[in-house]
């Protein structure tokens, strides 16, 4: 693999956004790694056989620093690490009085630390023209979601993280950005999100989703990429340090 090669590592990189940015990246022209910890062992550093050629998979869990820095060499034997996507996270529910330490240790140490550890990891690959979108959410902007605060106070340690980071980065020529989705259509949804939405089932959840939005609708996996695709493009040269909220209109409410 020459150094000609620019990778684009998508941690989450299996999930419903992290597929679609996947794909609209390799359109773009980048190699992708696509890595998460739901990765069998067995297929890690192979063509993932759902996915498009071009679009390997890596084992990695972002809460291990060793298993981090094993992805990044990876990633940097296939060519040149020019984009990182932070799309690993996962979502816990609870009202405070039933947040527990476990749920509120894992919420922290993968959405907000594990973004941290692979940034850490990817920074001395990183030259000018790289850069760097966390995937955060419009929990970390409102307050209104039942049961969110741990998830939302982890969203929105990346967005402060993003904006020090870009500052930090900057006078390498690398940027940094981030992008808040609002509701996914990402089924089936999870406990958390039922409990969100206040709801048993995903069809009663996805209508509460839809009464959040001034436009009346979910967005589409699909429609995360693209936001993505421009804050790692060269139309977005100049940007660094800015949260792009993609949510169809819920945190204007």
């Known amino acids: 693999m020459t150094s000609s090669t620019n990778i684009a590592l998508v941690t989450g990189g299996t999930g419903g956004i992290g597929k679609e940015i996947n794909r609209r990246l390799l359109a773009d ?9 739901t990765v069998p062992e067995e297929l890690s550093g192979k063509q993932d056989p759902e996915q498009p050629e071009g679009v390997l998979l890596y084992r990695m869990d972002v809460r291990d620093s060793e298993s981090v820095d094993a992805c990044i060499a990876f990633c940097v034997s296939q060519g040149r690490l020019k984009t990182v996507i932070n799309c690993a996270g996962l979502l816990r529910h ?3 009085e039933d947040v527990t330490d476990d749920a509120l240790a894992t919420v922290w140490d993968v959405n907000a630390a594990g973004a941290t550890r692979v940034c850490r990891a990817a920074s001395p690959h990183l030259t000018e023209g790289a850069s760097i979108v966390n995937i955060s959410s419009i929990t970390g902007r409102v307050g209104r979601m039942r049961g969110g605060s741990m998830y939302g106070a982890s969203k929105a340690a990346m967005e402060a993280f993003t904006k020090y980071l870009a500052v930090e980065f900057a006078p390498r020529g690398v940027r940094v950005n981030a992008v808040a ?3 996914i259509a990402v089924l089936p949804m999870s406990p958390s999100m039922r409990f969100i939405a206040h709801a048993d089932n995903d069809q009663d959840a996805l209508a509460w989703c839809q009464a959040q939005s001034p436009m009346g609708r979910t967005g589409r996996p699909e429609e995360m990429a693209g936001p993505v695709a421009f804050l790692v493009s060269d139309d977005a040269s100049f940007i660094t340090g800015h949260v792009l909220v ?3 209109g819920v945190a204007a409410v």
């Not at 022209?29 to 910890?37: E, L, Q």
């Open 246 to 248: 993609a949510d169809g």
């Open 94 to 96: 609870g009202e405070i």
């Open 29 to 37: 022209g980048y190699k992708i790694v696509a890595a998460d910890m």
């Open 181 to 183: 989705p609002g509701f």
